[in-house]
């Protein structure tokens, strides 16, 4: 069994890929080619944004978020420690400093109650996570920065793309939202891309410069920038499987639930709850256990893979050792981090492989 089934969404689109990598390859246009606003356009009108700006990868979004809301050497901006590296990564390639807070134990998504406290003249923005395939308490989130001289709220979607807070869309949700389009994101391309989101006409116009070394006009940069552009040949891939990606949310959610209802009465296990207000896209299906490596070890004797995402919290990696922090600082994190285990998870999985994860785990 595959971890992550690419396959079968390629077997239905390939015709269509083809096609649009061919005219990619007669326009000629590999770098900001028509394809990249086509793909843009169509973004805005999914989440019901006003501006959607395609990206290199869902770090650099994030980095150009920073960037273009003058994050600075010696800011702080806050985050959780159950992250993808990247979230604070990017906050520390800048010279700020990553401030964590602890993760709600529904959600496991950054915990409003924390964040107040976690808020001091020097911070500049917050930076909430949407972990396995659904958003944070967005709104509480939303509203405390609002309180706090309107901080500004990046959200960070790469997984939680094609999942709801009270009905509005995740990457829809904040001051600007950013998404990764690695192969393996709800929305992957075939190689690395992103794309931030905002309805700001002045960040909106920042952000595009930074995109391209920070030019507003040919011959002409106002401020730092980066190589940050998406490959035309990416959005060319990804316009097909755009289209195809309403259904797919649906058919992730069908599978959640089937996993939710095989795995309900198995002893020792916690399966993922969906927060209140909230719908998820279960980028992965994330279960806690005790004993996880015996149960890994068992699952791959029968076939069925497994990954313990983010066993090691940003907190206790080394490259932020310089931060101070011990084991025992975060504790709800560290016990998500000690128990967690992601299933085989795609649009695709058939009910006979739930059955049989469902199976290995029983035993
Ligand atoms: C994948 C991911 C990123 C980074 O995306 P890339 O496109 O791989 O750079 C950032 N944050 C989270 C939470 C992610 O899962």
Redesign the pocket.
């Known amino acids: 069994m595959e971890f992550i089934d690419l396959k079968s969404q390629q077997d239905r689109i390939r015709e269509r890929i083809d096609a649009r990598i061919a005219t990619v390859l007669d326009h000629g246009r590999y770098i900001m080619g028509p394809e990249i606003g086509e793909l843009e356009d169509a973004l805005c009108s999914y989440l019901g944004v006003k501006h959607s700006i395609g990206a290199s990868?869902?770090?650099?979004?994030?980095l150009i978020a920073l960037m273009a809301l003058g994050v600075k050497a010696g800011d702080e901006v806050i985050t959780v420690p159950y992250?993808?590296i990247?979230?604070a990564e990017v906050i520390a390639l800048i010279g700020a400093k990553p401030v964590f807070v602890d993760v709600d134990p529904v959600t496991w998504n950054m915990d409003p109650a924390l964040l107040e406290a976690a808020i001091t003249e020097r911070t500049k923005a917050i930076m909430p996570?949407?972990?396995y395939g659904q958003t944070a308490d967005m709104r509480a989130i939303n509203e405390i920065a609002g309180r706090h001289g309107n901080l500004p709220v990046i959200e960070?979607a790469?997984?939680s793309f094609g999942a709801t807070h009270h009905g509005v869309k995740s990457g829809a949700l904040s001051t600007i939202g950013?998404t990764?389009?690695?192969p393996s994101?709800p929305l992957g391309g075939y190689g690395?891309?992103?794309a931030l989101f905002t309805d700001d006409d002045e960040l909106a116009e920042r952000m595009r410069w930074i995109r391209v070394h920070g030019q507003q006009k040919k011959h002409y940069h106002p401020v730092i920038g980066l190589n940050g552009r998406l490959d035309t040949l990416q959005a060319a891939i990804l316009l097909p499987k755009l289209e195809l990606f309403p259904e797919e949310v649906e058919l992730r959610q069908t599978v959640g639930r089937r996993y939710d209802e095989r795995l309900a009465d198995i002893p020792g296990i916690e399966c993922p709850v969906v927060g209140p207000g909230n719908t998820s896209v279960y980028?992965q299906y994330t279960l806690l256990c005790d004993d996880r490596a015996a149960v890994q070890e068992k699952l791959q004797k029968r076939d069925v893979p497994s990954v313990p995402y983010y066993s090691v919290p940003l907190h206790l990696q080394p490259v932020f050792a310089g931060l101070g922090h011990r084991k025992g600082d975060f504790p709800i994190t560290e016990s998500i981090a000690d128990r967690c285990l992601s299933l085989p998870m795609s649009p695709y999985l058939s009910e006979a492989d739930q059955d049989q994860v469902a199976a290995a785990l029983r035993d």
């Open positions: 990868s869902g770090t650099d979004t994030l992250t993808w990247s979230t996570v949407g972990i960070d790469a997984q950013s990764s389009f690695f994101k690395d891309g992103g980028a």
